[in-house]
């Protein structure tokens, strides 16, 4: 079989912002280096460019769920050359590593962490899972030539693991404002949607918030992690009144009945509330499917996303798709509860933001219900700056880029 390192690949052309990430990265002083770009900047073919360039070693590549290995992957390797049978996994049910390529899980690589000594460049996709319970996997990887993280949103991630950005310093940054200007993003209207909570859950949202305040100061002064998960309770209880509460089911069906056809995306923090919007909307006859991480089948899950414009119109998730699902043909989103960090924020934003080939003039329209009073407005603050966010840090190439 041949092997990929011999292949006569053809790579398209790289776009701007692509191409002065792969020449940051080269020009790294120990190529130990973050790149930090939105969702649908194209960060597995700067990765793949990143490879070939260095003289396509062995290679490993992490991501942190087994759909991103197909998509995209497997997917962009076989667009420019690469036979996703040539290509190693290694996972659960598939322990078949290959050089020059091999596939892997954040979970796989925990439990088998001396399969990174094969390898002389390693790939952390979507590299804030190295401070979701696999910081060693970081320094497994001190000796190893290349070292390449990848992540829309770092700062975070960074807060959590100071060490992070001290392995894997960031050489290049964008931003989806600045995707969006050179016209690799869609462009957006992100529309508020305001409610009032009915008196009743007004009542209880006080009095979970006084709860969760109260919660939080004891977790502080005991510096505790039952403080912490008492306050985490209490928040998630919090989530679960803000995404059910009638006035945003009503104002959802409402987006949605005013043109069912466009490929919509609803996000929750709620089983129950994207259970009861796919009844209502089943009984208005307007199709609709549900994607969970209850849905542990995986090919279930592809075909769900698959149908998507195709054979119903209305995607509701919690969660499932923010990290490793493709959709380009959404064109509306409608975002029903608080979606935490910014890193959250902008993959979920992401997905609708995607440029969609078939309708090259898409503009998305973001719709974010807010009930009035509430921490629903910070939801509404992280969609603004992380649609109008603009990063400069680390987009000019530094001179002379060492050869590989």
């Known amino acids: 079989m041949t092997s990929p390192s011999?292949?006569?690949?053809?790579f398209p052309a790289l776009n701007e912002i692509q191409s002065t990430a792969v020449g940051n990265f080269l020009a790294s002083p120990t190529r130990h280096a973050s790149i930090v770009a939105p969702v649908?900047?194209?960060?597995?073919?700067?990765?793949?460019?990143?490879?070939?360039?260095?003289?396509?070693?062995?290679?490993?590549?992490?991501v942190p769920r087994i759909v991103l290995i197909q998509n995209p992957w497997l997917k962009e390797m076989e667009?420019?050359?690469?036979?996703?049978?040539?290509?190693?996994?290694?996972?659960?049910?598939?322990?078949?590593?290959?050089?020059p390529l091999t596939l892997t899980l954040y979970q796989s690589l925990s439990a088998n962490p001396g399969l990174i000594q094969d390898?002389?460049?390693?790939?952390?996709?979507?590299?804030?899972?190295l401070t979701q319970g696999y910081a060693d996997l970081l320094g497994r990887t001190a000796a190893t030539r290349c070292v390449l993280g990848m992540t829309g949103t770092l700062a975070e991630a960074a807060r959590k693991n100071p060490e992070l950005t001290r392995a894997l310093p960031v050489v290049f940054e964008s931003s989806i404002a600045q995707a969006r200007g050179r016209n690799m993003l869609a462009q957006a209207e992100i529309i508020p949607v305001c409610v009032d909570l009915p008196r009743d859950e007004r009542l209880e949202y006080l009095r979970l918030m006084a709860a969760y305040n109260s919660a939080r100061r004891m977790a502080f002064r005991a510096r505790g992690r039952y403080g912490q998960k008492a306050a985490h309770i209490v928040k998630q209880r919090i989530n679960q009144l803000l995404s059910n509460t009638t006035p945003k089911l009503e104002k959802t069906l409402e987006i949605i009945e005013g043109d069912p056809s466009a490929p919509t995306l609803v996000f929750s923090l709620s089983i129950q509330s994207i259970e009861t919007l796919r009844a209502r909307l089943e009984e208005r006859g307007i199709r609709a499917r549900m994607i969970t991480h209850e849905l542990t089948d995986r090919a279930k899950r592809q075909e769900i996303v698959d149908g998507f414009g195709r054979d119903y119109s209305v995607l509701l998730s919690v969660g499932t798709l923010e990290v490793g699902f493709n959709v380009p043909n959404a064109t509306r989103e409608i975002i029903m509860a608080n979606t935490g960090s910014l890193t959250r924020t902008e993959q979920r934003l992401g997905r609708v933001l995607r440029r969609d080939p078939r309708n090259p003039n898409k503009v998305a329209k973001v719709y974010v219900e807010v009930a009035n009073g509430t921490t629903d407005a910070a939801t509404l603050r992280r969609v603004n700056q992380a649609y109008t966010r603009l990063k400069e840090k680390g987009t000019r190439p530094p001179a002379r880029p060492p050869e590989p």
Request: zero cysteines; proline letters at 5%; a positive charge.
């Open 6 to 10: 011999e292949y006569a690949l053809n």
């Open 40 to 62: 649908g900047i194209g960060k597995t073919l700067v990765a793949l460019s990143i490879w070939d360039r260095l003289g396509r070693p062995n290679t490993l590549i992490v």
């Open 79 to 99: 667009r420019i050359g690469i036979r996703p049978e040539t290509v190693g996994q290694y996972y659960s049910e598939m322990k078949r590593p290959r050089r």
């Open 119 to 129: 390898f002389d460049l390693v790939v952390f996709d979507e590299e804030q899972f």
